[in-house]
């Protein structure tokens, strides 16, 4: 399937949606539908309680599996959230697979002030120089490790531009979100390099299930695991920080990479907390 076929079943997707009407939708037998990591009958949870669908929407889609992603805001009646949607689609243009997470601020152990979704050039345009699927699926995996118990060392390649936004919240090169955390003054390698997330102790159920590789998007799905327990670790300069970590929990992320020129130029991820080491209602994928 095209990807103006992909976007056309994405755009009645989402028009169904937004008015609440989950049997407008041309689901395959069998179809599975999560919200946030949990699995619902199509029509349950957020297809309740919609009103409105935001004005960010960047879209991409993998024309090899069959798959559409999109990343956007949604409006309930207590607030407008951040937004991931993945739809797999068959070859009779059915939805066979749908997956949503959605950051709720008044739900999330973890809060960013003030969150604004905005279109970034970086992400609507084809890459430059791409690279081969297999390696635009090693660079964010890389990026994975490098999250994991975080030392300085770095398992992938960043751009020296790279930025990241989560949750609607730019958190590298950000002056204002560094008055809160200040780690977001620097860079997406610098703050790496620094080893400031020594406490994400595992970062699990790794998928990377969508490829769109003409605009050399991937999108990654996993949980970033906290046992709470470390309570001082060394920066790679030397000084000694506290944890900000002290409970078990988890972190469920969606998380799309723009890879170009064999680097990494660009993340956008919408996460949310979840119960410690929850487990995912997806299969596990084999890696290349």
């Not at 949604?74 to 959605?102: H, K, P, W, Y």
């Not at 780690?183 to 159920?205: H, K, P, T």
Request: proline share 6%.
């Amino acid at each position: 399937m095209d990807r103006t076929a992909l976007y056309r079943v994405l755009d009645t997707f989402l028009a169904a949606l937004a008015a609440r009407d989950a049997q407008a939708v041309d689901w395959a037998p069998g179809a599975e539908f999560s919200e946030n990591n949990v699995m619902l009958d199509p029509g349950d949870g957020v297809w309740n309680t919609i009103q409105g669908i935001g004005e960010y929407q960047l879209r991409f889609a993998d024309t090899r599996t069959g798959q559409v992603g999109y990343f956007g805001t949604i409006i309930e009646a207590i607030e407008e959230s951040g937004f991931t949607l993945r739809l797999a689609v068959n070859d009779a243009g059915q939805i066979t697979q749908c997956e949503m997470c959605i950051v709720r601020q008044s739900d999330s152990g973890i809060k960013f002030e003030n969150p604004r979704y905005w279109t970034k050039p970086i992400l609507e345009t084809d890459a430059e120089a791409p690279v081969d699927r297999a390696e635009m699926v090693r660079l964010p995996n890389g990026y994975f490790d490098t999250l994991q118990l975080n030392d300085g060392t770095i398992h992938t390649r960043f751009h020296p531009d790279c930025n990241r936004v989560e949750n609607g919240v730019q958190t590298t090169r950000n002056p204002d979100f560094a008055k809160i955390v200040p780690v977001s003054a620097l860079g997406c390698e610098e703050q790496f390099r620094m080893g400031n997330y020594r406490y994400d102790d595992e970062l699990r159920a790794r998928r990377f299930p969508l490829v769109d590789e003409e605009r050399g998007l991937v999108l990654a799905f996993g949980f970033i695991d906290h046992s709470g327990k470390l309570e001082r670790y060394q920066l790679t300069d030397g000084r000694w920080v506290n944890s900000p970590v002290r409970r078990p929990h988890s972190f469920y992320i969606s998380e799309l990479f723009k890879i170009d020129h064999g680097m990494i130029c660009q993340i956008e991820a919408n996460f949310i907390t979840v119960p410690y080491r929850m487990p995912s209602p997806w299969p596990q994928e084999e890696l290349p």
